[in-house]
Protein backbone atom coordinates (compact mmCIF):
# COMPACT_ATOMS: atom_id res chain seq x y z
CA UNK A 1 0.00 0.00 0.00
CA UNK A 2 1.22 3.14 -0.61
CA UNK A 3 0.50 6.35 1.39
CA UNK A 4 0.55 9.83 0.14
CA UNK A 5 0.98 12.20 3.21
CA UNK A 6 1.47 15.67 2.85
CA UNK A 7 0.58 19.15 5.38
CA UNK A 8 -0.31 22.48 5.56
CA UNK A 9 -2.39 23.33 2.75
CA UNK A 10 -3.47 26.30 4.14
CA UNK A 11 -6.86 27.51 1.27
CA UNK A 12 -3.93 26.99 -1.64
CA UNK A 13 -6.08 25.25 -3.94
CA UNK A 14 -3.53 25.68 -6.81
CA UNK A 15 -0.88 23.98 -4.34
CA UNK A 16 -3.47 21.49 -3.54
CA UNK A 17 -4.31 20.29 -6.79
CA UNK A 18 -0.80 19.94 -8.34
CA UNK A 19 -0.29 17.62 -5.11
CA UNK A 20 -3.33 15.55 -5.86
CA UNK A 21 -2.46 15.24 -9.21
CA UNK A 22 0.70 14.17 -8.67
CA UNK A 23 -0.66 11.40 -5.69
CA UNK A 24 -3.05 10.25 -9.11
CA UNK A 25 0.33 9.79 -11.20
CA UNK A 26 1.91 7.59 -9.06
CA UNK A 27 -0.82 5.54 -7.59
CA UNK A 28 -1.09 6.54 -4.62
CA UNK A 29 -3.51 4.47 -2.72
CA UNK A 30 -4.63 6.36 0.31
CA UNK A 31 -4.25 10.31 1.04
CA UNK A 32 -3.23 11.77 5.00
CA UNK A 33 -3.16 15.56 5.68
CA UNK A 34 -1.16 16.29 8.67
CA UNK A 35 -3.95 19.67 9.29
CA UNK A 36 -3.79 23.12 8.46
CA UNK A 37 -6.25 22.93 5.41
CA UNK A 38 -7.61 26.40 5.85
CA UNK A 39 -6.02 30.33 6.89
CA UNK A 40 -3.55 32.44 4.36
CA UNK A 41 -4.87 31.76 0.89
CA UNK A 42 -8.10 32.40 -0.51
CA UNK A 43 -9.84 28.84 -0.88
CA UNK A 44 -10.84 27.83 2.47
CA UNK A 45 -14.19 26.10 1.28
CA UNK A 46 -12.62 24.76 -2.83
CA UNK A 47 -10.09 23.05 -0.43
CA UNK A 48 -11.98 21.49 2.33
CA UNK A 49 -14.47 20.37 -0.38
CA UNK A 50 -11.38 18.80 -2.12
CA UNK A 51 -10.17 16.82 0.21
CA UNK A 52 -13.73 15.56 1.40
CA UNK A 53 -14.23 14.35 -1.60
CA UNK A 54 -10.99 12.32 -2.58
CA UNK A 55 -11.23 10.74 1.15
CA UNK A 56 -8.30 12.55 2.59
CA UNK A 57 -7.59 11.33 5.44
CA UNK A 58 -7.03 14.76 7.66
CA UNK A 59 -6.20 16.00 11.55
CA UNK A 60 -6.40 19.32 12.63
CA UNK A 61 -3.33 21.38 12.76
CA UNK A 62 -3.32 25.26 14.79
CA UNK A 63 -5.10 27.11 12.12
CA UNK A 64 -8.06 24.83 12.66
CA UNK A 65 -8.26 24.79 16.55
CA UNK A 66 -7.99 28.73 15.87
CA UNK A 67 -11.31 28.59 14.43
CA UNK A 68 -12.30 26.37 16.96
CA UNK A 69 -11.06 29.24 19.66
CA UNK A 70 -12.48 32.25 17.47
CA UNK A 71 -15.93 30.01 17.80
CA UNK A 72 -15.43 30.00 21.41
CA UNK A 73 -14.77 33.41 21.91
CA UNK A 74 -10.80 33.18 23.00
CA UNK A 75 -8.07 34.78 21.00
CA UNK A 76 -6.04 32.67 18.61
CA UNK A 77 -2.25 32.43 19.75
CA UNK A 78 -1.70 34.17 15.99
CA UNK A 79 0.55 36.54 14.69
CA UNK A 80 -1.62 39.57 13.03
CA UNK A 81 -1.43 38.13 9.48
CA UNK A 82 -2.61 35.12 10.30
CA UNK A 83 -5.22 36.66 12.53
CA UNK A 84 -6.54 38.35 9.70
CA UNK A 85 -6.61 35.45 7.22
CA UNK A 86 -8.10 33.12 9.47
CA UNK A 87 -11.08 35.65 10.37
CA UNK A 88 -11.58 35.95 6.70
CA UNK A 89 -11.36 31.76 6.46
CA UNK A 90 -14.13 32.21 9.82
CA UNK A 91 -16.37 34.13 7.69
CA UNK A 92 -15.99 32.70 4.30
CA UNK A 93 -16.49 29.35 5.20
CA UNK A 94 -19.74 27.22 4.63
CA UNK A 95 -21.49 26.07 7.99
CA UNK A 96 -21.12 22.55 6.71
CA UNK A 97 -16.77 22.97 6.28
CA UNK A 98 -16.63 24.44 9.39
CA UNK A 99 -18.01 21.81 11.12
CA UNK A 100 -16.15 19.21 9.33
CA UNK A 101 -13.29 20.65 10.07
CA UNK A 102 -13.74 21.02 14.31
CA UNK A 103 -14.89 17.58 13.67
CA UNK A 104 -10.86 16.30 13.02
CA UNK A 105 -9.12 14.60 15.28
CA UNK A 106 -5.69 16.26 16.91
CA UNK A 107 -3.46 13.29 15.83
CA UNK A 108 -4.58 9.45 14.07
CA UNK A 109 -2.83 6.39 13.74
CA UNK A 110 -2.91 5.48 9.61
CA UNK A 111 -2.42 1.69 8.66
CA UNK A 112 -1.61 0.31 12.28
CA UNK A 113 2.40 1.30 11.60
CA UNK A 114 2.57 4.99 11.34
CA UNK A 115 1.15 8.31 12.95
CA UNK A 116 0.60 11.57 11.64
CA UNK A 117 0.81 14.70 13.91
CA UNK A 118 0.89 18.19 13.03
CA UNK A 119 3.60 19.95 15.35
CA UNK A 120 4.88 16.93 17.13
CA UNK A 121 3.86 13.82 19.21
CA UNK A 122 3.91 15.83 22.62
CA UNK A 123 2.39 19.36 21.55
CA UNK A 124 0.41 19.52 18.37
CA UNK A 125 1.83 23.44 18.52
CA UNK A 126 5.60 22.96 18.84
CA UNK A 127 7.53 23.44 15.63
CA UNK A 128 10.57 21.05 14.84
CA UNK A 129 13.45 23.01 13.28
CA UNK A 130 16.48 20.55 14.21
CA UNK A 131 17.55 17.35 15.58
CA UNK A 132 17.84 19.08 19.15
CA UNK A 133 14.08 19.57 19.18
CA UNK A 134 13.22 16.09 17.32
CA UNK A 135 15.17 14.67 20.39
CA UNK A 136 12.04 15.49 22.39
CA UNK A 137 9.62 14.49 20.57
CA UNK A 138 10.75 10.85 19.67
CA UNK A 139 10.74 11.05 23.18
CA UNK A 140 7.34 11.03 23.54
CA UNK A 141 6.90 9.08 20.27
CA UNK A 142 8.63 6.13 21.95
CA UNK A 143 7.25 6.51 25.28
CA UNK A 144 3.78 7.06 24.81
CA UNK A 145 2.80 5.19 21.53
CA UNK A 146 3.25 1.56 21.75
CA UNK A 147 4.80 -0.37 18.76
CA UNK A 148 4.82 -0.95 15.88
CA UNK A 149 3.34 2.32 15.34
CA UNK A 150 5.97 4.55 17.01
CA UNK A 151 8.55 3.20 14.64
CA UNK A 152 6.84 6.18 12.14
CA UNK A 153 5.51 9.18 12.10
CA UNK A 154 4.54 12.44 9.97
CA UNK A 155 4.47 15.73 11.12
CA UNK A 156 3.92 19.40 9.25
CA UNK A 157 3.34 22.78 10.99
CA UNK A 158 6.87 24.17 10.09
CA UNK A 159 6.32 23.89 6.47
CA UNK A 160 9.78 22.66 5.51
CA UNK A 161 10.56 19.52 4.67
CA UNK A 162 12.76 17.57 7.04
CA UNK A 163 14.30 14.08 7.62
CA UNK A 164 15.03 12.58 11.61
CA UNK A 165 15.69 9.11 12.94
CA UNK A 166 16.54 7.92 16.16
CA UNK A 167 18.42 5.72 17.25
CA UNK A 168 16.76 3.92 20.90
CA UNK A 169 20.27 2.03 22.07
CA UNK A 170 22.24 5.47 22.26
CA UNK A 171 19.71 7.65 21.75
CA UNK A 172 20.96 10.32 18.83
CA UNK A 173 19.19 11.65 16.69
CA UNK A 174 20.07 12.30 12.87
CA UNK A 175 18.69 15.22 10.60
CA UNK A 176 19.00 15.17 7.55
CA UNK A 177 18.13 18.05 5.19
CA UNK A 178 15.66 16.90 1.81
CA UNK A 179 15.74 17.58 -1.94
CA UNK A 180 13.14 16.75 -4.22
CA UNK A 181 13.44 12.78 -4.94
CA UNK A 182 15.15 12.02 -2.19
CA UNK A 183 14.79 8.40 -0.97
CA UNK A 184 14.83 7.14 2.20
CA UNK A 185 14.76 3.36 3.34
CA UNK A 186 12.84 2.73 7.11
CA UNK A 187 14.68 0.35 9.03
CA UNK A 188 13.72 -2.53 11.63
CA UNK A 189 14.70 -0.94 15.02
CA UNK A 190 15.07 2.76 14.71
CA UNK A 191 12.18 5.43 14.59
CA UNK A 192 12.00 8.15 12.08
CA UNK A 193 9.91 11.67 11.84
CA UNK A 194 9.60 12.99 8.92
CA UNK A 195 8.51 17.07 7.99
CA UNK A 196 6.24 16.65 4.92
CA UNK A 197 6.54 20.45 4.48
CA UNK A 198 3.71 22.32 2.70
CA UNK A 199 1.09 22.13 -0.18
CA UNK A 200 0.11 25.81 0.27
CA UNK A 201 3.13 27.89 1.72
CA UNK A 202 6.28 26.22 1.26
CA UNK A 203 9.01 27.98 3.75
CA UNK A 204 12.10 26.07 2.50
CA UNK A 205 13.28 28.84 0.16
CA UNK A 206 11.40 26.87 -3.09
CA UNK A 207 8.30 28.07 -4.43
CA UNK A 208 6.48 24.75 -4.43
CA UNK A 209 4.24 22.17 -3.16
CA UNK A 210 5.82 19.13 -1.38
CA UNK A 211 4.70 15.64 -0.11
CA UNK A 212 5.61 12.32 0.77
CA UNK A 213 5.14 9.13 -0.25
CA UNK A 214 5.74 6.25 1.29
CA UNK A 215 5.56 2.31 0.18
CA UNK A 216 4.41 0.60 2.89
CA UNK A 217 5.64 -2.86 1.52
CA UNK A 218 8.96 -1.66 0.48
CA UNK A 219 9.02 0.38 3.73
CA UNK A 220 10.84 3.52 1.71
CA UNK A 221 9.84 6.82 1.57
CA UNK A 222 10.55 9.43 -1.22
CA UNK A 223 9.77 13.19 -1.55
CA UNK A 224 8.29 14.91 -3.99
CA UNK A 225 8.51 19.44 -5.03
CA UNK A 226 6.27 20.38 -7.27
CA UNK A 227 5.58 23.32 -9.30
CA UNK A 228 2.22 24.81 -9.32
CA UNK A 229 0.21 27.66 -10.70
CA UNK A 230 1.33 30.06 -7.44
CA UNK A 231 0.32 33.26 -9.65
CA UNK A 232 -3.00 32.03 -9.89
CA UNK A 233 -2.91 31.71 -5.84
CA UNK A 234 -1.45 35.08 -5.42
CA UNK A 235 -4.24 36.79 -8.00
CA UNK A 236 -7.20 35.24 -5.82
CA UNK A 237 -5.44 36.72 -2.47
CA UNK A 238 -5.01 40.07 -3.36
CA UNK A 239 -8.72 39.55 -4.59
CA UNK A 240 -9.56 38.65 -1.41
CA UNK A 241 -8.14 41.27 0.37
CA UNK A 242 -5.75 39.18 2.64
CA UNK A 243 -2.40 41.11 3.32
CA UNK A 244 -0.51 41.22 0.32
CA UNK A 245 2.52 39.25 2.31
CA UNK A 246 0.40 36.23 2.09
CA UNK A 247 0.92 36.21 -1.82
CA UNK A 248 4.62 37.19 -2.14
CA UNK A 249 6.13 34.60 0.35
CA UNK A 250 4.49 32.32 -2.07
CA UNK A 251 7.05 33.50 -4.86
CA UNK A 252 9.82 33.06 -2.26
CA UNK A 253 9.13 30.19 -0.24
CA UNK A 254 9.19 31.66 2.89
FE1 LIG B 1 0.67 25.69 8.82
Not at 29 to 52: K, M, S, T, W
Request: proline residues 5%; glycine residues 8%; aromatic residues 10%.
Amino acid sequence: MRYAVFSDIHANLEGLMAVLEKCEQVEADALVCCGDIIGYCADPNACVELVRKKGVRCIQGNHERGLRDLGEGRAPNMNPVAMEALAFTREVLEAENLAWLLSLPHEAEIGGFFHVFHGSPSDPDEYIFDAFEAAYAFKALVNEYPPPGNMLCFIGHTHVCAAYAFDPVNHRVAEQKVRDGDLFAIKPGAHYMFNVGSCGQYRGGLPVATFCLLDGDEMTLEYHFLEYDLRSCQRKVIAAGLPSILAQRLSLGQ
